[in-house]
Nanobody, 122 residues
Framework: QVQLVESGGGLVQAGGSLRLSCVASGSIFSIDAMGWYRQAPGNQRELIARIISDGTTNYANSVKGRFTISRDNAKNTVYLQMNSLKPEDTAVYYC????????????????WGRGTQVTVSS
């Protein structure tokens, strides 16, 4: 009964910027951790950035200093600001969240979005 929907992907030139958004909806009491993953063809899905409900963040070394994760708890939304994009950033980007539902408010369930394509040209 929880859905995550990403938006903001597209085609951009190297050195450019994009801002991804992910909105969670459904029977939500609160959201603990939210994160962004990406997967390029032939590669494993990798964690890019993660943010806890108190604002604590973690980043993969490959994007540290270029990407910024943030969230708006009132809107059940997480963002990924991507600057100084490189061709190697090309991938499908997925949103992930640990959600407390009204039915079981003491134990979170994990959910994935369907992804949004980011393509960086040289």
């Amino acid at each position: 009964q929880v859905q995550l929907v990403e938006s903001g992907g597209g085609l951009v030139q190297a050195g450019g910027s994009l801002r991804l958004s992910c909105v969670a909806s459904g029977s939500i009491f609160s959201i603990d951790a939210m994160g962004w993953y990406r997967q390029a063809p032939g590669n494993q899905r990798e964690l890019i950035a993660r943010i806890i409900s108190d604002g604590t963040t973690n980043y993969a070394n490959s994007v540290k200093g270029r990407f910024t994760i943030s969230r708006d708890n009132a809107k059940n939304t997480v963002y990924l600001q991507m600057n100084s994009l490189k061709p190697e950033d090309t991938a499908v980007y997925y949103c992930n969240a640990d959600v407390f539902t009204w039915a079981i408010a003491t134990r979170p369930s994990n959910h994935w979005g369907r992804g949004t394509q980011v393509t960086v040209s040289s």
